[in-house]
């Protein structure tokens, strides 16, 4: 399905359109056991959850007229009440009579909500009519768990939902690409009643971090991670303490980090803390993408205001850039893409400055004064392993500051090409070992040899690396490789992997933002969590 760019003009309500309060966070209550759930609501309510959602359909032993007592009137959240069928993804089996006569009784008793299926709403909401006590809302659902419909089709269910009696439509989808989560943007920033628009799986998470900012009535966050109520939900304390839920607004504007796969970026914790440790109206999200042009055209909007790029799109993302940096444009690569007011995109690559600085002030430890304006590497033999986008970045930056540069790859035609663009030397990774024209080099590992699962492995020997003054390895899962060990015990000076991480994100925060990056809370939250 094709999606329609998703413009500016799409970020504000039509007239008529439905304003609605800030979006709430209901968390779904898994249990198997009345107790358990009771257990989980009063977790919600710490955590600082909205609403609990009782799944009815996960009790073994669901006895109507106690338990729905007991979970209501007991509930320190108000309550939406389900009881999800098989044939709408739920877990209930049973008789159909029973299930909808469970969720009257939950109304009757003081559920502020039920949620009923597009499928039987008709004809339920006729069952409840002028029996609906004065603060009690029908959510009417549709699950569709193959694919994102077009917008048309949306628009058509929607209306289908309303024409039941519905006081709030709830449509979840499923996504095949990011994309899909734009024609749900639309149908909840344009709808003319409550809506809880939903893109389930991993590419459809933005519609639930970004549900307050497109108009969202509610969003789910699960207790814990195991307990996810379907596919691609977050943790509720993910949404409020990771992505700053409660801070997101209409004219929030949003970053983030594109890739694949990208679940494991900690970018989405450090710009998060620095944008609201200084007031700045913005979120920092993780977006999974396929398709990069697909992305850039589809989220053109300017409140779309920036990335981070990771792999492997840092090459195929230059294509879709407006303006590329003098630097990036020779590495071939961007890390940093930049959406101007005007709409054009940016691009820089702040991996090489990561490095390259990091390696340098390594330098100044051993080395002391260095005289003002001139690089500690000037001069210095430099070997970098690898050839692919960080090791173009390290290879350009070292000769940019006037080193020696030896390209290692494991195909000598790839470094060679490289080398051969900075008037260095290329060999194989092979030749590396008992390559020692002197003393006092530096090394850089650009390739993935070390990092987890295999963290035995090294790039090069132990006895290889006497050669080394300082050496500086990408890799940082682990922090610590074997590579890097090996360097200590060797008497090197070492530069970890996320030193360059690090680096390279007050740059990119600084072209996001014009602002200094605040360094010391960087370095507490990745000590912390990386």
Same mark, same amino acid.
């Given at each position: 399905?094709?999606?329609?760019?998703? $413009?500016?003009?799409?970020?504000?309500?039509? $007239?008529?359109?439905?304003?609605?309060?800030?979006?709430?966070?209901?968390?779904?209550?898994?249990?198997? !056991?009345?107790?358990?759930?009771?257990?989980?609501?009063?977790?919600?309510?710490?955590?600082?959850?909205?609403?609990?959602?009782?799944? /009815?359909?996960?009790?073994?032993?669901?006895?109507?007229?106690?338990? /729905?007592?007991?979970?209501?009137?007991?509930?320190? /959240?108000?309550?939406?009440?389900?009881?999800?069928?098989?044939?709408?993804?739920?877990?209930?089996?049973?008789?159909?009579?029973?299930?909808?006569?469970?969720?009257?009784?939950?109304?009757?008793?003081?559920?502020?909500?039920?949620?009923?299926?597009?499928?039987?709403? @008709?004809?339920?909401?006729?069952?409840?009519?002028?029996?609906?006590?004065?603060?009690?809302?029908?959510?009417?659902?549709?699950?569709?768990? @193959?694919?994102? *419909?077009?917008?048309?089709?949306?628009?058509?269910?929607?209306?289908?939902?309303?024409?039941?009696?519905?006081?709030?439509?709830?449509? #979840?989808?499923?996504?095949?690409?990011?994309?899909?989560?734009?024609?749900?943007?639309?149908?909840?920033?344009?709808?003319?009643?409550?809506?809880?628009?939903?893109?389930? &799986?991993?590419?459809?998470?933005?519609?639930?971090?970004?549900?307050?900012?497109?108009?969202? +009535?509610?969003?789910?966050?699960?207790?814990?991670?195991?307990?996810?109520?379907?596919?691609?939900?977050?943790? #509720?304390?993910?949404?409020?303490?990771?992505?700053?839920?409660?801070?997101?607004?209409?004219? !929030?504007?949003? +970053?983030?980090?594109?890739?694949?796969?990208? &679940?494991?970026?900690?970018?989405? /914790?450090?710009?998060?803390?620095?944008?609201?440790?200084? &007031?700045?109206?913005?979120?920092?999200?993780?977006?999974?993408?396929?398709?990069?042009?697909?992305?850039?055209?589809?989220?053109?909007?300017?409140?779309?205001?920036?990335?981070?790029?990771?792999?492997?799109?840092?090459?195929?993302?230059?294509?879709?850039?407006?303006?590329?940096?003098?630097?990036?444009?020779?590495?071939?690569?961007?890390?940093?893409?930049?959406?101007?007011?005007?709409?054009?995109?940016?691009?820089?690559?702040?991996?090489?400055?990561?490095?390259?600085?990091?390696?340098?002030?390594?330098?100044? &430890?051993?080395?002391?004064?260095?005289?003002?304006?001139?690089?500690?590497?000037?001069?210095?033999?430099?070997?970098?392993?690898?050839?692919?986008?960080?090791?173009?970045?390290?290879?350009?930056?070292?000769?940019?500051?006037?080193?020696?540069?030896?390209?290692?790859?494991? $195909?000598?035609?790839?470094?060679?090409?490289?080398?051969?663009?900075?008037?260095?030397?290329?060999?194989?990774?092979?030749?590396?070992?008992?390559?020692?024209?002197?003393?006092?080099?530096?090394?850089?590992?650009?390739?993935?040899?070390?990092?987890? *699962?295999?963290?035995?492995?090294?790039?090069?020997?132990?006895?290889?690396?006497?050669?080394?003054?300082?050496?500086?390895?990408?890799?940082? $899962?682990?922090?610590?490789?074997?590579?890097?060990?090996?360097?200590?015990? !060797?008497?090197?000076?070492?530069?970890?992997?996320?030193?360059?991480?690090?680096?390279?994100?007050?740059?990119?925060?600084?072209?996001?933002?014009?602002?200094?990056?605040?360094?010391?809370?960087?370095?507490?939250?990745?000590?912390?969590?990386?």
């Amino acid at each position: 399905m094709g999606s329609l760019p998703f $413009t500016t003009s799409d970020l504000h309500t039509s $007239t008529g359109g439905f304003v609605s309060s800030p979006t709430l966070l209901c968390t779904p209550l898994m249990g198997t !056991t009345v107790d358990q759930m009771l257990i989980e609501m009063h977790k919600a309510k710490e955590i600082g959850s909205d609403i609990v959602e009782i799944r /009815l359909d996960c009790l073994r032993n669901f006895n109507p007229s106690s338990d /729905l007592q007991i979970l209501i009137k007991h509930s320190p /959240l108000p309550t939406l009440v389900t009881y999800r069928p098989v044939w709408e993804g739920g877990q209930y089996e049973g008789d159909e009579t029973k299930r909808q006569d469970a969720l009257r009784s939950a109304m009757e008793l003081g559920a502020n909500y039920i949620d009923i299926e597009l499928e039987v709403a @008709h004809d339920f909401n006729n069952s409840i009519y002028e029996k609906k006590p004065d603060n009690f809302k029908v959510i009417v659902s549709s699950h569709n768990f @193959h694919n994102t *419909p077009s917008s048309e089709a949306i628009g058509n269910l929607v209306a289908r939902i309303q024409a039941t009696g519905a006081d709030i439509v709830k449509i #979840a989808t499923t996504a095949l690409d990011i994309t899909d989560c734009a024609r749900i943007f639309q149908i909840t920033v344009h709808s003319q009643v409550p809506t809880i628009g939903i893109v389930m &799986g991993e590419r459809g998470l933005i519609s639930r971090l970004l549900s307050p900012k497109f108009g969202g +009535y509610l969003t789910y966050g699960a207790l814990e991670a195991g307990a996810i109520s379907a596919p691609g939900q977050p943790t #509720a304390r993910d949404l409020l303490d990771l992505y700053n839920f409660r801070l997101i607004r209409p004219d !929030t504007k949003v +970053y983030g980090i594109i890739g694949k796969p990208v &679940g494991h970026s900690k970018s989405p /914790l450090l710009f998060n803390a620095a944008f609201k440790s200084v &007031g700045l109206n913005a979120v920092y999200v993780h977006f999974l993408v396929d398709d990069v042009e697909k992305f850039f055209n589809t989220y053109s909007s300017v409140d779309f205001s920036g990335c981070s790029c990771t792999i492997p799109h840092k090459e195929a993302a230059l294509k879709c850039m407006d303006e590329i940096d003098s630097i990036a444009k020779k590495i071939g690569a961007i890390n940093n893409i930049v959406r101007k007011p005007d709409g054009r995109l940016v691009a820089f690559n702040t991996d090489y400055i990561g490095s390259i600085s990091g390696i340098e002030d390594g330098l100044r &430890g051993l080395n002391g004064a260095i005289p003002a304006g001139k690089s500690p590497l000037a001069g210095k033999l430099f070997v970098v392993l690898g050839a692919g986008g960080a090791g173009k970045s390290l290879v350009y930056g070292a000769a940019q500051k006037g080193a020696r540069v030896v390209c290692a790859n494991r $195909t000598y035609e790839r470094a060679k090409e490289l080398a051969d663009k900075v008037g260095g030397k290329a060999m194989t990774l092979e030749e590396v070992e008992n390559f020692h024209p002197e003393e006092g080099m530096i090394l850089a590992n650009t390739t993935s040899v070390g990092m987890k *699962p295999n963290v035995d492995d090294t790039p090069i020997s132990k006895q290889a690396l006497k050669h080394y003054c300082l050496v500086f390895d990408a890799i940082y $899962t682990p922090k610590e490789t074997r590579l890097l060990r090996e360097a200590k015990e !060797t008497g090197a000076e070492v530069v970890y992997g996320t030193e360059m991480l690090i680096r390279q994100a007050f740059e990119q925060y600084k072209n996001f933002t014009g602002l200094p990056a605040p360094e010391e809370l960087f370095r507490e939250l990745m000590e912390k969590h990386a």
